[in-house]
């Protein structure tokens, strides 16, 4: 391909990368709390598909300071599925912010993006067994 031919696209797929101090541990939480289990494996490395999307939990020494939603999971019914994760286990954050606040877990968020068809959005957050900040979102249309 020419370089300067921008006809093709150079990427084609978008796959989140997050990292596990203990892979193992990462393992039964997703498994045990979230319902997911890998499709495949390599050494240091879980491969999970999800509603057509792949994410990979990988060994790493480091870990995210989890100050920022690092992978958001959509739901068509938010209170459900927060009621079926505490169940199994999760907990969910609360945040009390300027012009942001949960309640019972949940924040109602203004605006939504205009492909998504939505006018706005309810959201809620917990963190997986590596600090890991995950979201769980339903657009309110």
Known sequence: ????????PVLVRVATRLPAQ???????????????????????GLLYRCGGAEFVLFRSTGSSPGTFTQMALEVEDIEAA???????????????????RTRGGIAEIEGNYPSKGARGERGAWFRDSEGNLLGVGEPVV
Do not use: I, W
């Open 1 to 8: 391909m020419n370089k300067d031919d921008t006809s093709a």
């Open 82 to 100: 927060v009621a079926e994760l505490r169940r199994r286990g999760v907990v969910f954050e609360e945040v009390d912010a300027p012009g942001f």
């Open 22 to 44: 203990d892979l193992e541990r990462a393992r039964r939480f997703y498994s045990e709390k979230l319902g997911l289990d890998p499709v495949d494996e390599r050494p240091g």
